[in-house]
């Protein structure tokens, strides 16, 4: 719900004309990094701090304070509230306002540098944007110190404190919640809300494929062996003969017959077994071989999928999820609709298929 973050000389240019909405050299609003403002609400931000040229004034204050000659240090921080999800429409305002009034108290008055609503993005919120200054005791004045102005403790209380004040100012919302129990977030999970839960549903499949994959592998490592036994088979296994042995049965001619021979009954039982053995192994051979063919196409698709990198992957599970969509409601329209889709479908397609026809004539 809150976040905080700290900026050094060379980065807070950058923060201050995103908070303001200052315009590039072709009118539009620079976003720095951000995709998700809507020009048409920007006219409805404000900024709650005295009006005053930002830079100007963090340089000004810097002249009247200690401030280590490092390209280092922090120079200025920010808190950026967001209106909780509960927050009752009509006292957003109110929300901010009190919201600003608890900041400034906490850090004086005479070190904040702008407090910008921004009401044209997804979630309205609050740029509260502060130098560091705090004591100085060995120089009997004033310095500039992040670490001593914002500790690990006022992170770890902060959303509790800020509950307590709206609360004792009659507005009811959230702010201590499942998300906020554990103190301060990083400013970037702002922005990731959304990215976060679908890489867990990314992370998730990543899972089952891994255990897919195990599994085929196993399956693999077993066929191999399978096969590899059954390629002895057929000749030391239990009264199968081998060759040799086959060639050694002794025979016996049949008088006035040249096409037949008399064998032991032995033999001839150890000659029927030896070709069902032989028989039966060269099947289990082919089916297994079979079989393996298709676990290494399948291993080679999860490996396939695996190797995808993750914002790709994120994005055709989203077209995926689309698509879907389009096809529920798609299957609800009346017939005439979707006549009129198929046809524009076809004159979209067509033209892309008779390239790909052109091409394949050409080579």
């Not at 002249?63 to 950026?80: A, G």
């Not at 507005?171 to 990731?192: D, F, H, M, P, W």
């Not at 037949?260 to 009954?265: A, C, E, L, R």
């Not at 150890?270 to 079979?290: D, H």
Request: include cysteine.
């Amino acid at each position: 719900m809150a976040n905080y973050a700290k900026y050094t000389k060379g980065a807070m240019g950058h923060m201050l004309k995103h908070y303001e909405r200052a315009t590039d050299e072709h009118g539009e609003y620079l976003k720095f990094g951000n995709q998700d403002i809507d020009p048409a609400r920007t006219g409805q931000n404000y900024n709650l701090a005295p009006v005053h040229d930002q830079l100007e004034f963090i340089h000004r204050r810097l002249d009247e304070v200690y401030c280590m000659k490092r390209k280092d240090v922090n120079v200025m921080c920010t808190w950026v509230v967001t209106a909780p999800k509960d927050l009752k429409p009509g006292q957003e305002a109110e929300f901010f306002k009190e919201a600003y009034s608890f900041l400034e108290r906490k850090y004086g008055k005479e070190n904040v540098v702008s407090s910008y609503v921004h009401k044209d993005e997804k979630t309205p919120h609050m740029h509260f944007c502060f130098m560091p200054i705090v004591s100085d005791l060995k120089r009997n004045g004033y310095k500039v110190s992040a670490k001593e102005c914002v500790t690990r403790t006022d992170l770890n209380q902060f959303h509790e404190q800020l509950q307590e004040h709206m609360t004792s100012k009659g507005i009811q919302c959230s702010i201590v919640n499942e998300a906020t129990l554990e103190g301060n977030k990083a400013i970037k999970e702002l922005k990731q809300g959304t990215a976060r839960k679908t890489l867990q549903k990314v992370r998730k499949a990543t899972k089952e494929e891994k255990a897919n994959l195990q599994n085929l592998q196993k399956e693999k490592a077993v066929l191999n062996r399978e096969i590899e036994a059954l390629k002895d088979l057929k000749g030391i296994q239990g009264e199968v003969l081998t060759s040799q042995q086959v060639k050694a049965i002794k025979t016996e001619s049949v008088m006035f017959d040249d096409t037949k021979v008399k064998i032991s009954k032995t033999d001839l039982e150890n000659l029927k077994k030896t070709a069902y053995v032989g028989e039966n192994a060269t099947k289990a051979y082919e089916a297994s071989k079979t079989y393996l063919q298709k676990a290494e196409k399948s291993l080679e698709a999860v490996e396939q999928k695996r190797r995808e990198p993750i914002p790709e992957r994120m994005e055709r599970l989203k077209l995926k999820k689309k698509v879907e969509d389009y096809d529920k409601a798609l299957s609800k329209c009346k017939p005439e609709v979707k006549e009129a889709f198929k046809k524009a479908y076809k004159a979209v397609t067509e033209p892309a298929k008779q390239i790909v026809k052109n091409v394949a004539r050409e080579r």
